[in-house]
């Protein structure tokens, strides 16, 4: 990997850092002077940096971060590149003697009452010596006060939310049950999960064969596209959690990563408690199963998690977790399925090759321009979906790239030619008289049969056929908002809810929260209503 990228992922810290400061202003609508006073503020007080330095920034500084946030996202707080940029700033190995035996002499010394002692013996220079820098070579050495156990106990409470989505908690669980016939034992694989603190509900969970950054960013992606964005994430501090493509991923949602405390648990005992019910009901009756196939065994957790888990009721809450997630009035904050596909794919630095002009990915050959060839260059791909790569040059997109074909020659496909405009946009047009004729088909059947006469429809034939065209038993939140709709807009003809509902399952699906069916019943009922009320003045008319 050249020097360029290495650099990049520091100031892609840096800018996640600069976002965390402005974190207020993103997440309210201000007036220029609310804003103006708000970055005063923050320019009148010392800011902890992450090396644990404390500074203040002008209120010019801030001022333009917030302007380069406003005008470019997160890449207008990325910063410039460093004039210094390639001279070692590295600590001698004397100096770093030196340390250890100043940390040996009393292991609970903190890092910086090391370096105050050696800008007093006059071993370094005043101000030269970082914390986060000393803290990394000591922590490498073996000694660091983690390492040597020396930091004191933290006391911890209990987390209570409102709503769902308010903090989802992520770990991995590892257990052996991918049954190898050759050799009669069972292989390990992993479980990626998260779990909605408030519901116990787990949006998305996959068995994979390893703890990495795709398999990590592949099980967020999916229960971000089927439960919406989540307010906060709390994980482990394992190398994956860490990853700043993970960190910059999840700001371009607004969602805050929280990290537990090193050799620390307490946080996330919601995901432990999980695991461990994986570990006692799940595991042994896949084991007796003995499967061969990690496709398999994922087709059967999902059966298992929706089946039984989600249905079951939850000892903290004495509510089943899907019962309990789908909570009256609460409404997930959706993310753009485009946004989500191009942002959680896989940045790695590849190296083109000088005489074939590919590039390789997980085994797996592409083709780029031939300028490329030799250069080092940036490959954005999805590890679950090979079938292109998107390749950056200097932080630029080149071209989307695809997989190198045998004996195909490399030179870049020529470009398509443009069709010309069309003069009549027939699949619209199509389209256009589908809609009105399921609009004239709707005011038909709504109006078939109708009578505003309350015994005509009872609440308990209309709760029946929810139920039915649901295709499942209502739960007594759904009885109760749909019992309010029908004795607020009621009475409902039959014919008009089996044609709203008949629409809402047919564009919506089912297995959605009540209130989009109740939705769907209002609508239809007071077009009915309104619709004979309009024959009415006709007819009366002279």
């Not at 398999?296 to 888990?309: F, K, V």
Request: overall charge positive.
């Amino acid at each position: 990997m050249s020097f360029d990228d290495d650099n990049e992922d520091h100031r892609r810290a840096i800018a996640l850092f600069r976002r965390q400061l402005l974190e207020d202003l993103i997440e309210s609508d201000l007036l220029r002077g609310e804003i103006s006073a708000r970055l005063a503020e923050i320019a009148a007080k010392a800011v902890l940096l992450p090396d644990g330095r404390e500074r203040h920034y002008s209120l010019r500084t801030l001022w333009s971060w917030w302007s380069g946030y406003r005008n470019q996202g997160l890449t207008g707080l990325l910063p410039a590149e460093r004039s210094d940029k390639g001279v070692p700033r590295e600590i001698t190995p004397e100096l770093l003697a030196r340390v250890i035996e100043k940390r040996k002499e009393l292991p609970s010394r903190s890092t910086a009452t090391i370096i105050d002692i050696l800008e007093r013996e006059g071993l370094v220079a005043a101000g030269r010596l970082h914390r986060s820098t000393l803290d990394r070579h000591l922590d490498q050495a073996g000694h660091s006060r983690r390492r040597l156990k020396t930091l004191g106990d933290k006391r911890y409470i209990r987390m209570l939310f409102e709503h769902p989505n308010q903090l989802w908690v992520g770990d991995y669980h590892e257990a052996p049950i991918l049954f190898n016939p050759h050799t009669g034992r069972f292989r390990t694989v992993h479980l990626s999960a998260f779990i909605d603190h408030y519901s116990k509900y787990v949006p998305h969970s996959q068995w994979y064969n390893n703890e990495r950054i795709a398999t990590l960013e592949d099980t967020f992606k999916k229960a971000l596209l089927k439960r919406g964005c989540s307010d906060k994430i709390y994980v482990d501090r394992g190398s994956v959690y860490r990853s700043d493509d993970f960190a910059f991923a999840l700001a371009h949602f607004n969602i805050r990563l929280c990290h537990s405390k090193a050799y620390r648990s307490e946080g996330r005992g919601v995901i432990e408690r999980f695991n461990r019910t994986v570990a006692e009901q799940f595991e042994p009756e896949v084991r007796a199963a003995r499967i061969v196939e990690l496709e398999r065994i994922n087709l059967l957790w999902e059966g298992w998690l929706e089946e039984r888990y989600h249905r079951e009721l939850h000892g903290s809450t004495n509510q089943p977790p899907l019962e309990r997630y789908a909570q009256e009035g609460f409404t997930p904050r959706w993310a753009d399925p485009v946004l989500v596909a191009d942002t959680f794919r896989v940045r790695v630095s590849r190296k083109v090759h000088p005489k074939t002009s590919t590039v390789e990915i997980e085994g797996v050959s592409f083709l780029v321009e031939n300028f490329l060839r030799g250069r080092w260059v940036r490959v954005y791909y999805d590890p679950h979906d090979l079938q292109d790569i998107l390749v950056y040059l200097k932080k630029k997109r080149v071209q989307r790239a695809f997989v190198a074909k045998p004996n195909e020659h490399p030179q870049p496909q020529p470009e398509r030619p443009t069709a010309a405009p069309l003069q009549f946009d027939y699949l619209a047009a199509l389209r256009a008289d589908y809609d009105r004729r399921i609009v004239q088909q709707a005011k038909h059947l709504s109006l078939s049969d109708w009578t505003p006469d309350p015994t005509a429809f009872s609440l308990s034939a209309f709760l029946a056929l929810c139920a039915q065209m649901l295709g499942k038993e209502l739960s007594p939140y759904e009885s109760e908002d749909l019992t309010a709709a029908f004795e607020t807009v009621g009475p409902f003809s039959e014919a008009t809810c089996r044609l709203a509902l008949e629409h809402a399952i047919r564009l919506r699906g089912r297995g959605l929260h009540v209130s989009v069916y109740s939705h769907y019943l209002r609508t239809f009922h007071l077009a009915a209503v309104h619709e004979l009320a309009a024959q009415k003045r006709k007819k009366e008319k002279p």
